[in-house]
């Protein structure tokens, strides 16, 4: 498979602290574009800068912002994608196995994750496996939060020697707002409309309120206790709490809707 077949997208929005990993991604031989939501931190600058490939596009929602990816692929005769954020890189180890792996009898892969979490390498912690690297024609910007907004029919997943690195460097609570961003908390509102009597709207409340908590308190002891995040010291415990009680909980209130 020839690079030319093998595209690297990224995406980011206000990702100028992370411009980093652009830049090494870019500098690889390896065929890449940036994929910028109308930032305004001076992402488009550095870019411009570096002479980094880019174009911009309006976020709207993720798997429209993943069309845009499949329709520069296609206008630019690329067969494969490989999919990341602004704050993740790849090493050229697993984008060579990428280039020999079987591309006939399977329609995407998923990739594992290591994770570097406000500065510290996490040993027990990290994202969930998730579709990647998939084929143009015979994968669809279709999918949910699961499979990372991309429908395919053949996945297979890959094993852990091969896999993304996520290293953001973004501090502590920056890492807070950017997950509120990525989330937009307005579901509870939707509950609250249910009815005009005012002690219906408030046991609505309460009832949803407290459901989504514990569900995050047990998405935090799950990760924290269970999966050992505990031994990753205190970036384990700013990890599980940025993703059960932030992410995931926003995450919940979103799809109660």
Known sequence: MSDKNFLIIMYGKNESINIDNAIFMSSLKR????????????????????????????????PTLRKVGYEYAKKNKFEWILMLDADEVISEKTLNYLDNLDKVNFDSYSLN???????????????????????VDRTSPKGDTVLDF?????????????????????????LVNKQVQKVKYSSLEK??????????????????????????????????????????????LYYCFNYSFIFHFLMSSKEAK
Request: aromatic share 18%; glycine share 4%; charged share 25%.
């Open 31 to 62: 065929q890449f574009v940036y994929v910028d939501s109308c930032s305004t931190d001076g992402t488009q600058k550095l870019l411009s800068n570096k002479k980094i490939n880019f174009i911009v596009h309006n976020y709207i929602n993720w």
């Open 113 to 135: 994750f290591k994770t570097i979490f406000n500065g510290k390498y996490l040993n027990y912690l990290s994202h969930r496996p998730r579709i990647r690297f998939y084929s």
């Open 150 to 174: 991309i429908d395919s029919r053949r996945n297979k997943h890959l094993s852990k020697d091969f896999y993304i690195l996520n290293k953001d460097k973004t501090d502590f609570i920056n």
């Open 191 to 236: 509950y609250l409309k249910v009815s005009e009597h005012g002690i219906i709207k408030k046991i609505v409340f309460r009832f949803i309120h407290k459901k989504l908590i514990l569900k995050s308190i047990l998405h935090f002891l799950y990760f924290y206790i269970f999966k050992l995040g505990f031994l990753d010291g205190k970036a384990g």
